[in-house]
């Protein structure tokens, strides 16, 4: 477990205030006045450093640091992440590993395969695509089966709900491992281990409970189904998926401490720490995804260009957002706030973990956005991170999961998910409430479980 230093300090109550202010004004912003998220954060930063008492310029140089030192690393993880996701779902290789899925499993175990195509499919291409590439065949299963349509699009929202939560290089455990310090091979193999077990609850067990509550026939829909479709091969797309995840995870084993010197020598480690840095993985990534997937497959250096450029408009927002939120982490920094924080929890016997898991609940709950709850959890609990003593990188990892498991709660109506799920389900408001916001619920908590079950052993 997470030790925190143990220091006397007195608790400066009007720099508390102005923290609690400074969400304050977040939330209105972002509810009330639904200002864009990233002016929101800034201005909640700015408001955060008046109320403390910093000095004018010096707010403008902590916004400054705070933008560059977060964006140095996740803008090209980010950034890359998305033009890799694009090439791979214009192949087809997303609806190829969906049907293989389903192939192999068979119609009765239809739910068990599309919780582990979206799981899988969701690493490198973001939610909402991916569930609108695949709800075709969710559809098709439907009306061959007549079972509840909720019987296969709850596992298939499940598995990808998760690894977009859990798993790089999805932008949120990207910005919230750099904003926490954590490395992403261990947040990647936490992920795999919480995520896997997470996504059997609340994909097909749950499924199968509320598929029996629930009776919902696919929608009338003018979408045509690709026939004869030359897809790629499994076996590519699934090497393909995971070669950068390969990368990473075997760089952070191989540069721990648990391989020597003498099995390795430390000049095969910098090599091997270059080539599995996640922005060298992801390059080789996108370098054979865009002539194996692309290339190869007679599509147009034009057309590859044109997709790629395509992919870079929906990650603008993402990557300013994590910038502002590296700002109202230094400001944080800056206001010291986070050291009178960290020795208040340990006086009171509460685990960082647990401060973060509510952070990132309480902001979900109110806003909506899941990518701003972990953005805005993170720059609160960073602060207690620095004050850590003997902090271990698994530590940092299983606070970045902790802290993604609370922004994954309860989906409702000011969450833009909760509105794509109910239109392409074609279910009512309460219907969606009772699958889809239960399913990111028991999500929520029963990832919390492990990881808790996790920190305390490790």
């Keep these: 477990m997470m030790e925190l230093a143990k220091e ?51 707010i403008i140089t902590t916004i400054k640091m705070g933008m560059a030192d977060t964006l140095g690393f996740v803008a090209l993880v980010i950034g890359l992440g998305a033009i890799f996701g694009s090439v791979l779902e214009y192949s087809g290789g997303a609806e190829a590993l969906a049907r293989f899925m389903l192939k192999k499993f068979g119609e009765k175990q239809a739910s068990w395969a599309l919780m582990i195509t979206g799981f899988l499919v969701a690493i490198p291409v973001f939610f909402d695509v991916a569930f609108i590439i695949l709800v075709p065949i969710i559809y098709s299963l439907q009306r061959s089966t007549k079972k509840s349509l909720l019987l296969y699009a709850i596992p298939l929202l499940a598995g990808l709900a998760i690894t977009h939560s859990f798993i790089p290089p999805t932008p949120g455990p990207i910005a919230v491992s750099d904003i926490l ?124 260009l044109d997709i790629t450029s395509a992919s870079m408009g929906p990650t603008g927002i993402i990557i300013l957002l994590t910038g502002a939120g590296g700002v109202f982490k230094q400001m944080l920094v800056a206001t010291e706030t986070g050291k009178m924080l960290a020795v208040y929890f340990a006086e009171m016997g509460i685990p960082i973990i647990i401060f973060g898991f509510f952070i990132a609940v309480l902001v979900r709950i109110l806003q909506g956005s899941a990518t701003v709850a972990m953005i805005t959890a993170a720059g609160i609990t960073a602060p207690l991170v620095m004050a850590q003593v003997d902090i271990t990188a698994i530590d940092k990892a299983l606070l970045v999961i902790a802290i993604a498991s609370g922004a994954s709660i309860m989906s409702h109506v000011n969450d833009s998910g909760f509105w794509l799920v109910s239109k392409y389900l074609g279910i009512t408001e309460k219907q969606t409430f009772q699958s889809w916001t239960v399913m990111t619920t028991i999500l929520a908590l029963t990832s919390f479980i492990l990881v808790t079950i996790l920190s305390i052993i490790l």
């Design 8 to 58: 006397n300090i007195i608790l400066d109550i009007p720099v508390l205030l102005s923290v609690l202010g400074g969400i304050a004004v977040l939330l209105v912003l972002i509810l009330r006045f639904k200002i864009q998220a990233f002016i929101a954060l800034l201005i909640a930063s700015i408001t955060v450093g008046i109320l403390a008492g910093i000095s004018p310029m010096a």
């Design 181 to 304: 310090g954590a490395d992403l091979g261990w947040v990647i193999l936490f992920g795999f281990i919480v995520g896997v077990p997470t996504a059997v609850v609340c994909g097909p067990i749950f499924a199968k409970y509320i598929a029996q509550k629930i009776h919902v026939d696919a929608p009338e829909t003018t979408t045509e189904t690709i026939k004869n479709h030359d897809y790629p091969a499994i076996g590519l797309i699934l090497a393909i998926i995971g070669i950068p995840i390969f990368l990473i995870v075997c760089n952070t084993i191989i540069n721990s401490p648990l391989v020597s010197n003498d099995l390795i020598s430390e000049d095969v480690k910098e090599w091997i720490g270059l080539i599995g840095n996640p922005i060298v993985a992801l390059i080789i990534a996108n370098l054979i995804a865009w002539y194996v997937l692309g290339i190869r497959r007679k599509v147009t250096k034009k057309k590859l």
